[in-house]
Protein backbone atom coordinates (compact mmCIF):
# COMPACT_ATOMS: atom_id res chain seq x y z
CA UNK A 1 0.00 0.00 0.00
CA UNK A 2 1.53 3.33 -0.85
CA UNK A 3 0.78 6.85 0.92
CA UNK A 4 -1.87 7.76 -0.86
CA UNK A 5 -4.24 4.41 -0.40
CA UNK A 6 -3.11 4.59 3.03
CA UNK A 7 -4.30 8.10 3.26
CA UNK A 8 -8.17 7.23 1.81
CA UNK A 9 -8.50 4.39 3.85
CA UNK A 10 -7.72 6.83 7.16
CA UNK A 11 -9.67 9.44 5.67
CA UNK A 12 -12.91 10.63 7.82
CA UNK A 13 -16.21 9.84 5.63
CA UNK A 14 -18.61 12.01 5.95
CA UNK A 15 -22.22 10.11 6.81
CA UNK A 16 -24.63 10.96 4.10
CA UNK A 17 -27.58 13.69 4.96
CA UNK A 18 -31.05 12.35 6.37
CA UNK A 19 -32.26 13.28 2.81
CA UNK A 20 -29.91 10.83 1.24
CA UNK A 21 -30.53 8.16 3.60
CA UNK A 22 -34.04 8.48 2.70
CA UNK A 23 -33.94 8.62 -0.54
CA UNK A 24 -31.80 5.33 -0.54
CA UNK A 25 -33.78 3.59 1.67
CA UNK A 26 -37.30 4.37 -0.52
CA UNK A 27 -35.43 3.08 -3.44
CA UNK A 28 -34.29 -0.44 -1.77
CA UNK A 29 -37.84 -1.26 -0.85
CA UNK A 30 -39.97 -3.23 -2.25
CA UNK A 31 -42.40 -1.85 -5.26
CA UNK A 32 -45.59 -3.47 -2.68
CA UNK A 33 -45.33 -3.04 1.02
CA UNK A 34 -45.55 -5.10 3.22
CA UNK A 35 -49.30 -6.17 4.46
CA UNK A 36 -50.75 -8.77 6.40
CA UNK A 37 -52.80 -11.18 3.72
CA UNK A 38 -56.20 -12.53 5.36
CA UNK A 39 -54.79 -16.34 5.22
CA UNK A 40 -51.64 -14.84 7.33
CA UNK A 41 -54.28 -13.19 9.70
CA UNK A 42 -56.21 -16.60 10.13
CA UNK A 43 -53.31 -18.74 10.04
CA UNK A 44 -51.35 -17.21 12.74
CA UNK A 45 -54.48 -16.52 14.64
CA UNK A 46 -54.62 -17.83 17.72
CA UNK A 47 -58.29 -18.75 18.15
CA UNK A 48 -58.06 -20.40 14.32
CA UNK A 49 -54.81 -22.66 16.44
CA UNK A 50 -57.41 -23.56 18.92
CA UNK A 51 -59.93 -24.16 16.49
CA UNK A 52 -58.07 -26.11 14.15
CA UNK A 53 -56.83 -28.71 17.02
CA UNK A 54 -60.25 -28.91 18.55
CA UNK A 55 -61.06 -30.27 15.08
CA UNK A 56 -58.42 -32.74 14.78
CA UNK A 57 -59.55 -34.08 18.34
CA UNK A 58 -63.11 -34.02 17.27
CA UNK A 59 -62.32 -36.27 14.21
CA UNK A 60 -60.12 -38.31 15.88
CA UNK A 61 -62.68 -39.00 18.57
CA UNK A 62 -64.82 -39.48 15.72
CA UNK A 63 -63.17 -42.20 13.84
CA UNK A 64 -62.04 -43.95 16.84
CA UNK A 65 -66.16 -44.54 18.04
CA UNK A 66 -67.44 -45.26 14.67
CA UNK A 67 -66.85 -48.66 14.56
CA UNK A 68 -68.38 -49.40 17.92
CA UNK A 69 -71.39 -47.32 16.54
CA UNK A 70 -71.95 -49.31 12.90
CA UNK A 71 -74.19 -52.31 13.84
CA UNK A 72 -73.96 -55.32 11.61
CA UNK A 73 -76.67 -57.03 11.05
CA UNK A 74 -76.93 -60.65 9.05
CA UNK A 75 -77.81 -60.71 5.93
CA UNK A 76 -80.26 -64.03 5.15
CA UNK A 77 -78.64 -65.89 2.05
CA UNK A 78 -81.60 -67.66 0.41
CA UNK A 79 -81.59 -64.75 -2.22
CA UNK A 80 -78.42 -65.97 -3.02
CA UNK A 81 -79.04 -69.58 -4.09
CA UNK A 82 -81.96 -68.26 -6.10
CA UNK A 83 -79.86 -65.81 -7.93
CA UNK A 84 -77.24 -68.26 -8.81
CA UNK A 85 -80.08 -71.14 -10.11
CA UNK A 86 -81.58 -68.26 -12.00
CA UNK A 87 -77.98 -67.36 -13.59
CA UNK A 88 -77.71 -70.71 -14.38
CA UNK A 89 -80.98 -71.09 -15.82
CA UNK A 90 -80.74 -68.52 -18.06
CA UNK A 91 -76.62 -68.85 -18.94
CA UNK A 92 -78.50 -72.35 -19.70
CA UNK A 93 -81.09 -71.11 -22.35
CA UNK A 94 -78.79 -68.58 -23.78
CA UNK A 95 -76.28 -71.89 -24.71
CA UNK A 96 -79.32 -73.67 -25.79
CA UNK A 97 -79.31 -76.93 -23.93
CA UNK A 98 -82.25 -78.80 -23.02
CA UNK A 99 -84.53 -78.48 -20.03
CA UNK A 100 -83.30 -81.76 -18.83
CA UNK A 101 -79.34 -80.68 -18.80
CA UNK A 102 -80.50 -77.19 -17.60
CA UNK A 103 -82.19 -78.81 -14.45
CA UNK A 104 -79.47 -80.94 -14.11
CA UNK A 105 -76.85 -77.53 -13.92
CA UNK A 106 -79.43 -75.65 -11.70
CA UNK A 107 -79.61 -78.50 -8.91
CA UNK A 108 -75.93 -78.80 -9.03
CA UNK A 109 -75.46 -74.98 -8.44
CA UNK A 110 -78.21 -75.01 -5.87
CA UNK A 111 -76.07 -77.91 -4.16
CA UNK A 112 -72.97 -76.11 -4.48
CA UNK A 113 -74.31 -73.47 -3.06
CA UNK A 114 -75.57 -75.35 0.07
CA UNK A 115 -71.95 -76.82 0.72
CA UNK A 116 -70.71 -73.80 0.84
CA UNK A 117 -72.40 -72.56 3.64
Known amino acids: MDDLERSLLDAERPEPGADVRAR ?3 AAMPLV ?9 VW ?8 AALALLILAA ?7 IVAVTPVAQD ?7 KAV ?3 ARDVGLTPN ?3 VL ?7 EGARR
Open 44 to 51: FSPRWRAA
Open 106 to 112: IAQAIEA
Open 24 to 26: VLA
Open 62 to 68: VDRLTPQ
Open 101 to 103: ATA
Open 79 to 85: HLMANSA
Open 33 to 41: GADDSRLDR
Open 89 to 91: AMA
